[in-house]
């Protein structure tokens, strides 16, 4: 039934015509089973994925070497000796001898349809989707996020319909119910893939008692052995092995439910004379973890399937919603926000409002919407025991996808996970903490055999494989491949998950993965003529300078990412062994299995030594400078920028994602990092805008807040004559379902934005003095737009494990509440200046009240 509409928390997208593209549709998921919801009135497509459908193998993490076994680091050598004579071209070309091929592509499963038949009077529906139904037709299409429900509903020839999907958690099965408001309905529903589905299978059943009539369809599919990126121009882009163990197979069932005639056929169920149809589909797949060969056996699959399928009809529809309804809202209901005054907001689509918004009209409700839009994404998205988020999240439809669907590790898979601890959603980290011990164990392989290093190295691109070599064919572009620090960037993510839940035991399980990543820094790192310690070969991912011969160029020294990634790394490094050694406590979480025993090291290590090598290496390196410009080097020395625009802004890298730069602890360098922003431009790609929100909101920059949630909210246009499928290098801004533009859609966008509006909320990243002691500060408000001077939060996480709720006018709080995990005292803060502050001691589980002037209650 479609939900009802009004007040300011109101958390539906709607809709009044079906999805014309791809990013029009709805999107649902449980975790492991994604699906699209076209919502078509007689003519529906639910598109669906699986998490562990990918191309590939663990056989394929070995990718396709250009050099003999061995010669890695005399390889890194020789680009060390050409930076050092001046010739970065020699540098680029030697450091491309290093790429191993690609990661392999997420991939779709199945899309299935249903088609209901015009009964007699009734209109056919216009055969363009978006087109106007016409006279003595309606038509409304929604999502429910508090429910996670996707429905339509629709009446043609007086006759009113409804359809209703959502991906159930508890149950593991996709459920769709359509009601149509008259007898004898015939409608037909059929799967098709971009895979050849093999070994169909039908059944049907008699009556029960309540007259309801079943039937079964089930079939294989096996997933490519190998897919291209599309960048790549090859005959054969995907490739389809035979051998055993070379790819991942899934089986794929379906049980039609229906007060009508049910008849199974190997392409179609057919169901005549209906009021009422329900459809169940589950997934099940050989893919076993990334170490482990898939097995290829489809008996066993196909008894999976029709097990959950048997409970899944067992529990019946309205058990089904229930439970599935309880569930999710248990997680996302964790967090209210409302911006803008009370009352109801316009009845407008949610294009509607897109466009109003970009025209200047006020809606603060829709950065709300966007906010809860980019939780209930990670919440369908990642789930414990499933696959971390790719570029495109657990969504896609495409066999070669963007990017590989891959997860890119040098800022997008970090940022699909930034609002699960503030966001309040702690559990959804736990499939990228899980993984990182696989591909620490990967990285391991990458480190000694490439570089001849200890710990573990991993580069651009990876899969759910834990591939972690150089990406590329010999000539990919150095400033994306020749980077091998996302084991620096990725271990940010263990020690913010502790900070955030306070979980010692997790700490301690998850110390190989921080403790190879150091390792493999401190090995990595070389004595520059001033005695300082950096990196050579480096880059500044993805971004160019102009090279003493006029062309851009990405190779360097010591790059200021760089630096502040291996500095935030050691640092947390001695963080965690200081932790470790008072002794590991709390509830069991995060890395687990035989992946993080596999990772290098153990948290049983003597590592004393480790400490003093890290004390030695934080004396030598460099600090971040100033530019000639007041800008924040991005460069060794001040070089022209290639592209003054860039999307990425690694070189601040230390304002967020690391905590070390804002205006109180480094005004100077905050102050530059804002000159930095500034000077990258108003514009860029989504998930890029989303980056600039939280960077921003970091260093109190309101106005740029402002600009950044207006740039980003701005709907891109999908009405451009001629275009189809992907598109690349267009301005960001969101489409018509919310999803963030690249363009094409990236799901970091979506999930960065929710962690940068929390930022501009609530902020507790740093510790300050207070009677001698070092204490967490929790700051109110520190960038609040004016647009939403008005509203309340509640259920907020900070670091030290405080859940914080607010209530402000005029851009002033009016009410606080913190409750602490465990004791704690915290000083707490107001707003972007230097607003009042209070010291507060907090009892484990006791609420602490502050109203107006933050004056104890």
């Known amino acids: 039934m479609s939900p009802a509409g009004g007040g300011a928390d109101d958390l539906t997208l709607r809709y009044a015509a079906p999805a014309a593209a791809w990013t029009d549709a709805l999107p649902l998921g449980n975790g492991r089973i994604g699906a699209m919801c076209f919502g078509g009135p007689l003519r529906d497509r639910v598109q669906v994925n699986d998490d562990t459908c990918w191309s590939g193998s ?40 290093l790429q191993h091929g690609h990661s392999q592509a997420y991939q779709p499963l199945v899309d299935l349809w249903v088609e209901q038949l015009p009964g007699p009077g009734e209109r056919a529906w216009p055969d363009e989707p978006a087109a106007a139904p016409g006279a003595g037709t309606s038509y409304a299409r929604w999502l429910d996020l508090r429910d996670a429900v996707a429905g339509h509903a629709w009446t043609s020839g007086g006759v009113p319909s409804e359809q209703e999907v959502f991906v159930s958690a508890p149950a593991g099965v996709l459920v769709l119910r359509r009601v149509v408001e008259r007898a004898h309905a015939d409608l037909v529903l059929s799967v098709t893939s971009a895979h050849p589905l093999d070994d169909v299978r039908t059944s049907t059943s ?20 190998h897919v291209w990126p599309p960048h790549e121009d090859v005959p054969e882009p995907v490739e389809r092995g035979t051998a055993p163990g070379s790819a991942v197979t899934a089986v794929v069932g379906l049980r039609v439910l229906s007060d009508g005639d049910v008849v199974a056929g190997d392409e179609q169920v057919a169901v005549r004379g209906a009021r009422e149809v329900v459809v169940l589909l589950a997934t099940a797949t050989d893919f076993g973890g990334p170490g482990v060969v898939p097995h290829g056996d489809v008996e066993r699959l196909r008894a999976a399937v029709e097990e959950r399928l048997d ?121 990228l903490l899980t993984w990182l011990g696989a591909l620490a164990a990967s990285g391991t392989r990458t480190a000694r055999e490439l570089y ?11 899969d759910v494989w834990g591939f972690s070599l150089p990406a590329g064919e010999g000539d990919g572009d150095p400033c994306w491949t020749a980077w091998p620090l996302a084991g620096a960037w ?80 050691l640092e947390r490094t001695l963080d965690a062994r200081a932790v470790l050694a008072g002794g590991a406590a709390g509830e069991a979480s995060g890395v687990t299995g035989s992946a993080a025993a596999d990772a290098p090291g153990s948290a049983g290590a003597d590592d004393d030594d480790l400490d003093a090598r890290i004390r030695e290496v934080l004396r030598r390196l460099p600090a971040e400078r100033v530019g000639a410009d007041g800008r924040l080097a991005e460069w060794l020395t001040d070089v022209p920028d290639a592209e003054p625009t ?10 967020h994602p690391g905590t070390s730069i804002d205006p109180d602890q480094a005004p100077a360098l905050a102050a530059a990092a804002v000159a930095s922003l500034d000077a990258r431009g108003p514009e860029s ?11 921003r909101a970091r260093l109190r920059d309101v106005a740029g807040v402002e600009a950044s949630v207006r740039a980003f909210l701005a709907p891109v246009d999908l009405d451009l004559p001629g275009r189809s499928g ?78 914080v709720a607010i209530t402000w006018s005029a851009g002033r709080v009016t009410h606080a509440e913190l409750v602490g995990d465990r004791a704690t005292t915290v000083v707490v803060r107001e707003g972007a200046g230097e607003g009042p502050r209070v010291t507060l001691r907090l009892d484990a589980g006791v609420p602490a009240r502050l109203g107006a002037g933050l004056v104890a209650l």
Not at 452 to 462: D, F, K, V
Request: charge should be negative; hydrophobic fraction near 40%.
């Open 58 to 97: 663990p056989a394929t993490n070995a990718g396709l070497p250009r050099i003999e076994p061995g010669e890695g680091p005399a390889v890194v050598a020789a680009a060390r000796e050409a930076l050092a004579r001046g010739d970065v071209r020699a540098a680029e070309r030697h450091v491309q001898r």
């Open 206 to 225: 008699d009556p029960d008692d309540d007259g309801v009539r079943g039937a079964g369809w089930v079939a294989a599919a096996r997933m490519p052995s």
């Open 311 to 431: 409970a899944a009809v067992a529990a019946g529809h309205e058990r089904l919603r229930a439970e599935h309804v309880a569930e999710h809202r248990a997680l996302l209901d964790r967090v209210a926000l409302v911006l803008g005054p009370a009352g109801d907001p316009p009845r407008l689509t949610t294009d509607e409002r897109l466009v109003r918004h970009a025209d200047g009209a006020a809606d603060p409700g829709l950065a709300a919407l966007a906010f809860q839009y980019g939780r209930y994404l990670l919440v369908a998205g990642s789930r414990p025991g499933t696959r971390p988020m790719g570029l495109q999240g657990l969504w896609n439809e495409h066999v070669q996808p963007p990017w590989s669907g891959n997860y890119t590790l040098n800022i997008n898979t970090e940022m699909n996970y930034w609002p699960a601890l503030g966001a309040n959603l702690a559990e959804c980290h736990e499939p």
């Open 452 to 462: 001849g290093a200890r710990g573990w190295a991993a580069h651009h691109n990876s």
């Open 490 to 569: 990725l271990s940010r993510h263990v020690w913010d998950h502790y900070e955030y839940t306070g979980d010692a035991a997790f700490l301690e399980r998850a110390w190989p993965v921080l403790r190879g990543a150091a390792l493999f820094v401190l090995d990595w790192l070389v004595e520059l003529p001033d005695g300082s310690l950096g990196t050579a070969p480096a880059t500044s991912p993805e971004n160019k300078y102009v090279a003493a011969d006029g062309l851009p160029a990405a190779v360097s020294t010591s790059t200021t990412s760089d630096l502040a990634m291996v500095r935030d790394l």
């Open 646 to 655: 860039h999307r990425h802004q690694s070189h601040l890298y230390r304002v």
């Open 685 to 695: 790609t989504g998930w890029s805008l989303a980056w600039r929100l939280n960077l």
């Open 726 to 803: 992907p598109r690349f290098g267009e301005g960001g801004g969101v489409y018509r379902n919310l999803f963030c533009a690249h363009p094409p859609f990236q799901v970091d966008g979506n999930l960065g934005f929710t962690a940068g509006v929390v930022e501009t909320l609530v902020q507790g990243h740093r510790t300050v003095a207070s009677d001698g002691d070092a204490v967490r500060e929790v700051h109110l408000l520190p960038a609040l737009p004016g647009a939403w001077a008005e509203g309340s939060v509640r259920g907020l996480r900070v670091r030290g494990g405080v859940t």
